[in-house]
């Protein structure tokens, strides 16, 4: 086979696996960034009930306002009633009563759902406290590790990037500028190999005469559909 072509597929190969490494590095980093969202969620969650807890206070205060002058009202018209000399101001005063009982009954009710609202509320925050300080622990063992693993898979793409650095610099300058355009504009795959006339890149069938080429290896060949370099290899041929 021609020696640029075989440089080309061992350049490929080593392209391929730093791009598994870089995977390996977001999919650790997208982990940590996936517990940081759910710790964050969490805590917005925990101030919405804090928010609910403090308006369901403000509302029992007033409501407890309310209920106190009902109170107030009862016996201010209560010991009016002694006072009144004639039916008409007395069926009014009992009616007066009559509502402020009324009214003291429904803000006793009130009060009543308030509190176990706030109760509800307080409960949830504090579930979700005991919640977040877990994850928040979690979190931290996990960054230890994950950060153990980046340093590990950065060291072995240090050295496999100084390996294609190497075999790059033996290529000729319009075959390497060809193949970095092919590895960034198709998706990280610029050698491909040719199986039964097929290009393994695209799936798109290759020329009878081409292919035959492709099989001589003596030079370089490119696939008429997606451009990328073609390559063949004999055992492929052997097991199919
Ligand atoms: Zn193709």
Same mark, same amino acid.
């Given at each position: 086979?021609?020696? +640029? ?11 391929? +696996? ?7 590095? %977001?999919?650790? %980093?997208?982990?940590? #960034?996936?517990?940081?969202?759910? *710790? ?9 009930? @804090?928010?609910? $807890?403090?308006?369901?206070? %403000? ?14 009202? *009862?016996?201010?018209? %209560? ?6 000399? $004639? ?10 009563? +009559?509502?402020?009982?009324?009214? @003291? ?14 109760? +509800? ?16 622990? @979690? ?8 950060? =153990? ?13 100084? =390996? ?6 033996? @290529?000729?300058?319009? *075959? ?8 960034? =504009?198709?998706?990280?795959? #610029? ?24 099989? =001589? ?19 492929? $041929?052997?097991?199919?």
């Amino acid at each position: 086979m021609n020696e +640029e072509i075989s440089k080309l597929i061992d350049l490929q190969e080593i392209d391929s +696996e730093i791009a598994g490494f870089n995977r390996e590095i %977001q999919d650790r %980093q997208q982990e940590i #960034a996936d517990r940081e969202q759910s *710790i964050a969620d969490k805590e917005t969650a925990i101030e919405e009930c @804090l928010a609910r $807890t403090a308006e369901l206070e %403000q509302k029992k205060r007033d409501v407890t306002a309310e209920h106190e002058d009902a109170g107030a009202r *009862i016996k201010e018209r %209560q010991n009016k009633m002694m006072q009144v000399q $004639t039916s008409r101001e007395h069926q009014a005063l009992l009616k007066e009563i +009559e509502e402020s009982k009324k009214l @003291l009954k429904e803000t006793e009710e009130q009060m009543l759902a308030i509190m176990e609202q706030i109760e +509800e509320k307080t409960r949830e925050a504090e579930e979700l406290k005991n919640l977040c300080q877990g994850e928040k622990e @979690l979190l931290n063992q996990e960054l230890d590790k994950v950060k =153990k693993a980046i340093r590990k898979i950065e060291s072995r793409r240090k050295s496999v990037t100084k =390996k294609r650095d190497e075999l790059a610099a033996e @290529l000729q300058g319009a *075959i390497l500028k060809r193949y970095n355009m092919l590895l960034s =504009k198709r998706d990280g795959l #610029a050698v491909v190999q040719a199986i039964d006339g097929v290009c393994q890149g695209c799936f798109m069938s290759i020329p009878p005469q081409q292919f035959n080429e492709v099989r =001589k290896g003596s030079k370089m060949n490119l696939c008429p559909t997606c451009q990328r370099i073609l390559y063949f290899k004999e055992e492929e $041929t052997v097991e199919a």
